[in-house]
């Protein structure tokens, strides 16, 4: 690293902070929703739309923040409002049984995450557009990435130990304190990067940020509010229509700027809108860790482990104890759908913990007995650990074929990434004709099999997409087009938890994952037809 800018590890270790909060807290999101004993009690279907929403919603308003920070505030402060919001919010979240805090400490890290996110990425960005850095703006986001990924490899073994141990909220808090490290640690590089800080000067046609938000934000909220009121529901929630039917002024302000830009600039903002609109569906399967893969690891996973490796774990606060105690709990099917009564409500009675349901009764531990399994959201820590190991790996490979002349494009890496995201869903079919659809429990190597062949598909997509979009923006409104980004994820992530609300629709599991597995074949096929307009383009603009 010693050849990239100074701020590079001061801006490595904020987002690794930053991410070390939010990965904590998606982490055991979905858990600590569905938990009726010391959580919230949602059923999955609703635990789901609202995880699906507001990972959707935390990366829709970085559309706002990235328009702020290049008409208003810069993107220093810009990044210390949103990190100090967020930090607020995983404080407020930490109150237990709380509704009104609940979603009022949703809200506010929804409002944080847009000042932070695309921010720090374009700023990020900018530190590479030194002549003597251009060259190593893929690498240095593949570092940024990396920075990402440890935040979330060591988050969720806290959480564990927390919530295992003393309870949710002081795993929610554990993630305000981290993000108030990372702020701490912003404004220690503060120097490193003023330059790079620019703040434009716009023109009187391109309009007030009054007047943008007032045509947009404006329009959302009015659209949002009205799709939620519509009587039913037209894509399977009241939650779900108000996010697509609201993300529609925002996607029309795009098409606006797209519309409005200099002949030279339309080039770069349609190849931009172009990859956008393709990777909705990596992030629509990507996203799916904290919903359905989750759900995959908790019940349908063997987390025992070896007597060998019990001390290792429990040092590490990564265990959870089950006690073979008859007391009650949720009844579930075959496919651990929790039963219902007339009135709604989640059946209960006494029996055994609903993990042991697809245990052979003869394995089952003798009752009063206890056994220690590796929590559930230590296996999030799966992708980010491939991501530190794989980082190096990736990149060594692309420096070499660039040195041979033989790198693939940007696009081309983003292609290829989706091509292998694809391959990742065929090991988890795999996996459930493996465990007979969950009559008996699945190796913990099919998830892991599973994160790491996606991981190689989101090192070419991810970091990749980031490095594209601070290549290709137009200077004037490059926070603006990083928000654009962030609302492709935010599509996508909104997507995710439409199809994990569907999971308990499909009895053969298998089915769940092939739907996912044609998704990005397709998305992958699109994009590869595209790219000889695509490459065209970035040889155009002088990017490559």
Same mark, same amino acid.
């Not at 996606?454 to 991810?462: A, R, V």
């Given at each position: 690293?010693?050849?990239?800018?100074?701020?590079?590890p001061?801006?490595?270790?904020?987002?690794?902070?930053?991410?070390?909060?939010?990965?904590?807290?998606?982490g055991?999101?979905?858990?600590?929703?569905?938990?009726?004993?010391?959580?919230?009690?949602?059923? &999955?279907?609703?635990?789901?739309?609202?995880?699906?929403?507001?990972?959707?919603?935390?990366?829709?308003?970085?559309?706002?923040?990235?328009?702020?920070?290049?008409?208003?505030?810069?993107? &220093?402060?810009?990044?210390?409002?949103?990190?100090?919001?967020?930090?607020?919010?995983?404080?407020?979240?930490?109150?237990?049984?709380?509704?009104?805090?609940?979603?009022?400490?949703?809200?506010?890290?929804?409002?944080?995450?847009?000042?932070?996110?695309?921010?720090?990425?374009?700023?990020?960005?900018?530190?590479?557009?030194?002549?003597?850095?251009?060259?190593?703006?893929?690498?240095?986001?593949?570092?940024?990435?990396?920075?990402?990924?440890?935040?979330?490899?060591?988050?969720?073994?806290?959480?564990?130990?927390?919530r295992?141990?003393?309870?949710?909220?002081?795993?929610?808090?554990?993630?305000?304190?981290?993000?108030?490290?990372?702020?701490?640690?912003?404004?220690?590089?503060?120097k490193?990067?003023?330059?790079?800080?620019?703040?434009?000067?716009?023109?009187?046609?391109?309009?007030?940020?009054?007047?943008?938000?007032?045509?947009?934000?404006?329009?959302?909220?009015?659209?949002?509010?009205?799709?939620?009121?519509?009587?039913?529901?037209?894509?399977?929630?009241?939650?779900?229509?108000?996010?697509?039917?609201?993300?529609?002024?925002?996607?029309?302000?795009?098409?606006?700027?797209?519309?409005?830009?200099?002949?030279?600039?339309?080039?770069?903002?349609?190849?931009?809108?172009?990859?956008?609109?393709?990777?909705?569906?990596?992030?629509?399967?990507?996203?799916?860790?904290?919903?359905?893969?989750?759900?995959?690891?908790?019940?349908?996973?063997? &987390?025992?482990?070896?007597?060998?490796?019990?001390?290792?774990?429990?040092?590490?606060?990564?265990?959870?104890?089950?006690?073979?105690?008859?007391?009650e709990?949720?009844v579930?099917?075959?496919q651990?759908?929790?039963?219902?009564?007339?009135?709604?409500?989640?059946?209960?009675?006494?029996?055994m913990?609903?993990?042991?349901?697809?245990?052979?009764?003869?394995?089952?531990?003798?009752?009063?007995?206890?056994?220690?399994?590796?929590?559930?959201?230590?296996?999030?820590?799966?992708?980010p650990?491939?991501?530190?190991?794989?980082?190096?790996?990736?990149?060594?490979?692309?420096?070499?074929? &660039?040195r041979?002349?033989?790198?693939?494009?940007?696009?081309?890496?983003?292609?290829?990434?989706?091509?292998?995201?694809?391959?990742?869903?065929?090991?988890?079919?795999?996996?459930?004709?493996?465990?007979?659809?969950?009559?008996?429990?699945?190796?913990a190597?099919?998830?892991?099999?599973?994160?790491?062949v996606?991981?190689?598909?989101?090192?070419?997509?991810?970091p990749?997409?980031?490095?594209?979009?601070?290549?290709?923006?137009?200077p004037?409104?490059?926070?603006?087009?990083?928000?654009?980004?962030?609302?492709?994820?935010?599509?996508?992530?909104?997507?995710?938890?439409?199809?994990?609300?569907?999971?308990?629709?499909?009895?053969?599991?298998?089915?769940?994952?092939?739907?996912?597995?044609?998704?990005?074949s397709?998305?992958?096929?699109?994009?590869?037809?595209?790219?000889?307009w695509?490459?065209r383009?970035?040889?155009?603009?002088?990017?490559?």
């Open positions: 690293m010693n050849k990239h800018p100074k701020a590079l001061y801006l490595f270790l904020t987002e690794m902070w930053e991410r070390f909060g939010y990965y904590l807290m998606i055991i999101f979905l858990l600590y929703m569905t938990d009726v004993e010391g959580g919230l009690g949602f059923d &999955r279907a609703l635990g789901s739309d609202v995880f699906g929403t507001f990972i959707a919603l935390v990366y829709i308003t970085p559309f706002i923040g990235g328009l702020l920070a290049d008409r208003i505030l810069g993107f &220093r402060k810009s990044i210390v409002i949103g990190g100090v919001l967020m930090g607020i919010g995983y404080l407020l979240l930490a109150i237990p049984h709380n509704l009104t805090t609940f979603y009022a400490s949703l809200f506010i890290m929804i409002l944080g995450n847009g000042f932070f996110k695309p921010n720090i990425s374009t700023l990020l960005g900018n530190l590479y557009n030194e002549d003597k850095y251009k060259a190593l703006k893929d690498d240095g986001y593949s570092y940024f990435y990396m920075g990402i990924n440890i935040g979330a490899l060591i988050c969720n073994f806290v959480a564990a130990y927390l295992n141990n003393y309870g949710w909220g002081y795993a929610f808090a554990a993630a305000g304190i981290g993000m108030f490290v990372g702020v701490a640690v912003f404004i220690s590089g503060w490193h990067y003023a330059h790079a800080d620019v703040r434009r000067e716009v023109s009187p046609q391109e309009g007030s940020v009054t007047t943008l938000l007032s045509s947009v934000l404006l329009p959302a909220l009015v659209t949002g509010i009205l799709a939620w009121n519509i009587p039913g529901n037209i894509f399977g929630s009241d939650s779900t229509d108000a996010f697509l039917f609201g993300a529609m002024p925002v996607v029309g302000f795009y098409l606006w700027i797209l519309r409005k830009a200099t002949a030279a600039e339309k080039p770069r903002i349609q190849a931009l809108l172009t990859v956008y609109a393709i990777v909705i569906v990596f992030w629509a399967v990507f996203k799916q860790n904290g919903t359905a893969l989750t759900t995959w690891a908790e019940f349908y996973t063997d &987390r025992s482990m070896p007597t060998l490796v019990e001390p290792v774990a429990e040092a590490l606060g990564s265990t959870q104890t089950i006690k073979m105690e008859a007391k709990y949720p579930y099917d075959s651990f759908r929790t039963q219902k009564g007339p009135e709604g409500k989640i059946i209960k009675a006494v029996g913990p609903p993990y042991f349901i697809n245990v052979p009764e003869n394995e089952r531990p003798p009752e009063g007995s206890s056994v220690e399994l590796v929590s559930t959201e230590i296996f999030q820590s799966v992708n650990f491939f991501v530190i190991i794989l980082t190096p790996v990736v990149i060594f490979v692309f420096t070499w074929l &660039r041979r002349g033989k790198e693939p494009t940007t696009p081309a890496k983003i292609g290829w990434g989706l091509v292998i995201s694809a391959l990742s869903t065929l090991v988890t079919i795999w996996g459930v004709y493996a465990c007979n659809n969950g009559a008996v429990k699945a190796s190597w099919w998830v892991v099999m599973t994160y790491f996606i991981t190689f598909g989101e090192l070419c997509l991810s990749m997409g980031l490095s594209m979009v601070s290549k290709m923006a137009p004037r409104i490059a926070g603006l087009m990083m928000g654009g980004w962030q609302l492709a994820t935010s599509l996508g992530n909104k997507l995710s938890g439409v199809l994990a609300k569907l999971w308990d629709n499909y009895d053969n599991k298998a089915d769940f994952f092939w739907v996912n597995f044609i998704m990005l397709a998305a992958a096929l699109v994009l590869f037809l595209l790219l000889r695509l490459n383009i970035f040889r155009e603009q002088g990017v490559y």
